[in-house]
């Protein structure tokens, strides 16, 4: 509607959501809290936005909907810039409640360590990525600790010619923000590629089962 430049009130946007103006009301705080939407008074009241994160959430839910119905194998591909973590990702890849799970469903030995990667551009978010994993690893406990789950998909990232095949983890628990993704593979990805910070990648997703793997 705001790229037709058309308005509606608050009446009718409760009628078309099958709300109550009060629940209306209550979503439209919940979204502009989590930064879907931006909200600023106007002469007669108050002018509605979706923000460049509401678009990116938009188009995530409408690439999920596309991968439910939709009964072809997928390869989703991105751009993403390579970035630097805390370095708690090599820990994490020791613990054997993972590495047994990876060595499992993907066939190799992690290197002891995440290759973080910042999506570029218009694409959506870690949650769709997230939302088309196929493989999941349980919570377990680890001396007393309960290691989170956590959920990956078959990747490669590629510079130029050369490409790393590895995975895409999604772990339950995690302190980046939703514009970065974990990548792990057997061997370390920043040598074998010859990346530093701020370098450009190409990231394909391979969500469901593929021959070549």
């Known amino acids: ?10 009446t009718k946007l409760a009628n078309a959501a099958g709300l109550s103006q009060q629940e209306t ?3 439209l705080r ?5 930064g879907i939407i931006s909200r600023s008074l ?6 509605v936005t979706l923000t460049e994160r509401g678009m990116r959430f938009l188009e995530s839910v409408r690439l999920q909907l596309e991968d439910l119905l939709s009964p072809e194998v ?6 993403a810039l390579v ?6 990702g090599a820990y994490y890849m020791s613990l054997e409640g993972y590495l047994t ?10 290197f002891p360590g995440t290759l973080n990667l910042k999506i570029a551009g218009n694409f959506p978010n870690r949650d769709y990525l997230a939302s088309i994993a196929k493989y999941q ?27 790393v095949p590895g995975a895409l983890i999604f772990p339950e628990r995690t302190h980046h923000p939703n514009d970065v993704v974990e990548f792990i593979a057997p061997v370390k990805v920043r040598d074998q590629l010859d990346l530093k910070d701020g370098d450009s990648v190409v990231v394909r997703v391979i969500p469901r089962f593929s021959p070549r793997w």
């Open 74 to 79: 997928k390869n989703v591909s991105f751009e």
């Open 42 to 47: 106007v002469k007669g009241g108050q002018e």
């Open 101 to 110: 799970e990876f060595v499992k469903k993907l066939g190799f030995k992690p």
């Open 137 to 163: 690893i349980a919570a377990f406990v680890h001396e007393g600790r309960i290691m989170g789950a956590l959920k990956f998909a078959r990747a490669l990232v590629s510079r130029g010619e050369e490409e």
């Open 83 to 88: 970035s630097s973590g805390l370095g708690d």
């Open 25 to 27: 009301a209550r979503v």
């Open 1 to 10: 509607m705001e790229k037709r430049g058309e308005i509606i009130s608050s």
């Open 30 to 34: 919940l979204l502009e809290s989590e």
